[in-house]
């Protein structure tokens, strides 16, 4: 798969700072957090008008133009596993789940496996959206 790219220009009255801007602005339909948003800038995908943005801090104006280069996903190296989840609530784009004390959110050093992400991989299959580009 094939990086993307996105663009859009920067609206009416932005905010002082390009992070807020960006996170104001961004397409909602891209899903793209604050948090992903910086990490973005970090790893210069992102560009205002040209020029590679890595400062936060950095002065926008209005009508300026932003593109970032979206990574193509990859593959998770997290595998889906038959853990019994209470299901609170479920429709085609909610889960609510009664996560037992103790359960592991995701897969970190000292817990590989047996988490939530885990289960809940098994339990939505495809329709489990991703995160970061994974």
């Keep these: 798969m094939a990086d993307a790219s996105l663009e859009f220009r920067i609206l009416e009255d932005p905010p002082a700072r390009l992070d807020k801007a960006l996170s ?13 948003l910086a990490r973005l800038m970090e790893e210069g995908a992102v560009r205002i008008n040209g020029a590679v943005a890595e400062n936060p801090k950095a ?3 209005e009508g300026d133009l932003v593109q970032i280069v979206l990574a193509a996903a990859t ?27 103790g359960m592991v959110v ?8 047996g988490t939530l992400v885990n289960a809940l991989m098994h339990h939505c299959g495809a329709s489990l959206s991703g995160v970061g580009g994974v």
Aim: glycine residues 2%.
């Design 75 to 101: 593959e998770s190296h997290i595998l889906p596993q038959e853990i019994a989840l209470e299901i609170v609530y479920e429709d085609d784009a909610l889960i609510v789940i009664n996560k037992p004390s």
């Design 24 to 36: 104001r602005d961004v397409p909602e339909a891209a899903s793209l957090s604050r948090t992903r």
């Design 59 to 61: 002065k926008v104006a």
């Design 106 to 113: 995701h897969p970190a050093p000292g817990t590989p496996d």
